[in-house]
């Protein structure tokens, strides 16, 4: 085998479903807001050509044409719309049990998705969701490239010693964060085995500047001082049907993501689609630690016929 | 009792005594200075405080790796050194232990203040201490932090009671004595007074609730420190996830108990001429029984750290290296040697247990203990599973900050400010459990 094999489900077809699928359960959500017409106006906005009338969404799902110079966007206040946000935030998307592939050996350390990351939630230089590691995990063997996000955990330690509920699993399979909730006690950070979890020291990076922006919790922005974030899954666009931030952004195909409802993940770079299960039993895929019993949702496919070098040996930093 | 004396017999003696207790009440000797002291560190607590709240935690060393410092292990110590109070008044209380009694309302004096004051440790260690109410109005019961609230609240409402409940018959005496205090001094003793009469049904009744609440706060005290080793037990961190850590934790606290409260009998008995109710003898106990406090501790500490040193797991094996002897080892040998082991060995000793030199042994025990926690914090953290990668230097790395150092000292000056504010308005040796002991008439003390 030249590399870890992605098996193409039937041509271009599954992948078109795949994302059909993704843009419906979208909708869904965001009919399901309430207060939706800001909501709808501000995130799925769709102008008609002369720019007289726009679609929106009603609180009760229904699409409707409304003339634009009727349209104002509601006073509410910000407060209503984070609750929104917060409600289906915490909710999640029905029917989706998302999951992530990584091959290793795709990997050279572009590290492409840890600067599209950082640049979509706010994050500081030194502050990762997704950080890309050098293994090494004996003396003898081969040191390899490892991008690092949240697991997102079916039996997420960090959720369980949270004293507030400000971390939560949603049904999809998500483990988000509430920095409205979060006290800063910083438990999550020690229970997480994984080094997932990071902490606003300070005042986040630009804080002042989206100060205003109502509260996602979703995309966990504006990030809060004394707070506590960590990956998300790219919840947000996820909500809208694309996918997260680092897999899209990844030049090396380094990244697979889907629903493990439907079998299906995506590759970020190429597109192309495959069975998650094929691709997993195909390739040797596991999760890292699982021995921990944390049930980790992010596979890796590991680093075998690495398409480029390895690292140098100079770099690697072992534990110590 | 078999040395009763008559009633006349009997107020002579307890005038006697509560000439000598309550003495250090009306003396003010060095006590404006030492009063202006607190305050001052005091005040530059705050100031930190100040500037913690208002650049963010990121003002201490603390960082994504090592993310609990100084101040989680300043809480374990805290919460650790309050459980005293349950050791000499329940423990030893409740075996009828007869040379406590001088010593009881400094343990529980101890307990309260170390107990209030952990409370607010967790506090400074907060990121966002203006959300603290959520911990009541969102709180999630299966997270270990929850029991950790309650079982510390229960044990200083317990410890108040402990401390105020034995208060009354002196409260009376002192409401009898000190006519020349202030106004809101003498309201005090009055409302703490509780209509004391010194009729045999108070007795009975007080007695009674002394033994009640001595009952239960052996499972509180137990439960506090075990629920705060379960902050880390509960974690899947290597150096943190072991099975021993409550009892290991609760034989610990007791070290560091004992080693205050001698530390505490040498200051009063020099400072209030306390020296015939707290006499050598007292060292001499207190002494052994940190002794055996020390020995237990160092079984604990033998089956932590030996056992797994045997098998040098993958990352067990980085931590216990960095502990024996990497950057941490200066720190744990001083720790395990010079506050633990010789400590032990000295104490052995008879001449060793008198006051001066236990002591002074007690002080580096404390000092000890402080560092254990330390020890028990900070180096797991920088051993996870995953390399630590592509952080700066000062993520690795745990230098404490200066706005660090006094906010892990404030809380400690708020303990003595509380020793102090009641070692000022009442007798730190109980007047009526000592006339008591001494033969006096029960009815005479009011
Ligand atoms: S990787 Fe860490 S932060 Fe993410 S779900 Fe698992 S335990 Fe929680
Ligand atoms: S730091 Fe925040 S998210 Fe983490 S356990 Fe504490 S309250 Fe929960």
């Known amino acids: 085998m030249e590399e870890n094999n992605p098996i193409i489900e039937s041509g271009d077809e599954g992948r078109r479903n795949f994302l059909k699928k993704l843009g419906i359960f979208a909708g869904v959500g965001v009919a399901a807001a309430a207060g939706a017409v800001y909501v709808a106006s501000d995130y799925e906005e769709k102008k008609n050509p002369e720019g007289k009338k726009v679609r929106v969404l009603t609180a009760d799902g229904q699409l409707v044409e409304v003339p634009e110079s009727e349209l104002q966007k509601i006073e509410q206040e910000e407060l209503d719309i984070e609750d929104e946000l917060q409600r289906r935030g915490r909710e999640g998307i029905a029917g989706k049990s998302w999951v992530m592939v990584i091959d290793l050996a795709k990997c050279r350390n572009a590290r492409m998705c840890i600067a599209a990351c950082q640049a979509a939630h706010q994050l500081r230089p030194e502050q990762y969701h997704i950080n890309t590691l050098v293994m090494k995990d004996s003396e003898h063997s081969a040191p390899y490239y490892m991008p690092k996000p949240c697991y997102h955990c079916d039996n997420p330690p960090c959720v369980k010693v949270c004293p507030v509920n400000a971390t939560f699993k949603r049904q999809d399979g998500i483990v988000l964060i509430d920095n409205l909730r979060c006290i800063g006690c910083r438990f999550c950070v020690a229970a997480c085995p994984y080094s997932a979890r990071i902490f606003n020291w300070f005042e986040p990076r630009d804080s002042e500047k989206y100060k205003d922006q109502p509260y996602d919790v979703e995309l966990n922005v504006p990030q809060k001082k004394g707070t506590i974030s960590k990956c998300l899954f790219s919840a947000d666009r996820l909500r809208k049907g694309e996918l997260p931030y680092c897999v899209s952004s990844c030049p090396n195909g380094v990244y697979w993501f889907g629903d493990m409802n439907e079998d299906v993940v995506v590759n970020g770079t190429t597109k192309e689609a495959a069975r998650f299960s094929q691709l997993i039993k195909d390739n040797g895929g596991y999760t890292y630690l699982e021995e921990l019993g944390t049930k980790p949702r992010v596979y890796y496919l590991p680093p075998k016929n690495r398409i480029f070098p390895a690292p140098g040996e100079e770099q690697v930093s072992s534990h110590s | ?446």
């Open chain 2, 1 to 446: 009792m078999d040395n009763h004396l008559s009633l006349e017999e009997s107020r002579q003696k307890l005038t006697q005594i509560e000439n000598d207790l309550i003495r250090p009440l009306k003396s003010h000797n060095g006590f404006e200075m030492w009063v202006l002291f607190l305050l001052l560190l005091l005040i530059l607590g705050f100031y930190a405080y100040y500037l913690q709240l208002r650049d963010g935690l990121g003002v201490t060393a603390l960082r994504d790796y090592v993310q609990w410092g100084m101040y989680i292990s300043n809480f374990v110590f805290f919460v650790a050194t309050s459980l005293i109070g349950m050791l000499i008044t329940s423990v030893l209380g409740l075996l009828r232990i007869p040379w406590i009694t001088p010593l009881t309302r400094i343990a529980e004096t101890i307990a309260l203040a170390f107990a209030m004051f952990a409370g607010i440790v967790i506090i400074i260690d907060m990121g966002r201490p203006d959300r603290f109410p959520y911990l009541f109005l969102h709180g999630r019961l299966q997270s270990p932090i929850l029991w950790d609230v309650t079982v510390v609240t229960t044990y200083v409402i317990i410890s108040m009671l402990l401390l105020l409940i034995p208060m009354i018959p002196d409260a009376a005496i002192l409401r009898r004595r000190m006519t020349d205090a202030p106004k809101w001094q003498q309201a005090i003793y009055k409302f703490l007074s509780a209509n004391w009469i010194a009729v045999p049904e108070q007795y009975a009744l007080i007695k009674k609730s002394i033994r009640v609440l001595a009952i239960l706060i052996i499972p509180t005290a137990l439960a506090i420190h075990t629920v705060t080793s379960w902050l880390f037990a509960s974690t899947l961190r290597v150096g943190w996830d072991s099975t021993i850590f409550g009892p290991y934790f609760v034989s610990g606290a007791f070290v560091s108990g004992v080693a205050v409260v001698i530390i505490a009998m040498y200051f009063f008995r020099n400072n209030y001429k306390l020296h015939n109710y707290i006499t050598d003898a007292h060292f001499n106990r207190m002494g052994q029984l940190l002794v055996l406090m020390c020995f237990i501790y160092l079984y604990f500490n033998l089956n932590e750290y030996f056992v797994p040193a045997y098998k040098m797991r993958k990352a067990e094996g980085h931590h216990l290296e960095a502990l024996f002897t990497g950057n941490w080892a200066g720190i744990f040998w001083a720790t395990q040697l010079g506050g633990l082991l010789i400590p032990m060995l000295l104490l052995i000793f008879k001449p060793f247990r008198k006051p001066l030199p236990a002591f002074i042994i007690s002080v580096f025990v404390l000092v000890g203990a402080w560092f254990k926690r330390l020890l028990i914090v900070v180096p797991t953290q920088q051993h996870p599973y995953l390399p630590i990668q592509n952080v700066p230097e000062n993520f690795i790395t745990y230098k404490p900050t200066g706005v660090e150092i006094m906010l892990t000292i404030l809380p400690m000056v708020g303990v003595l400010i509380v020793i102090t504010i009641i070692a000022k308005l009442f007798p730190i040796v109980p007047i009526w459990e000592t006339a008591h002991e001494q033969g006096v008439d029960e009815s005479v003390i009011k």
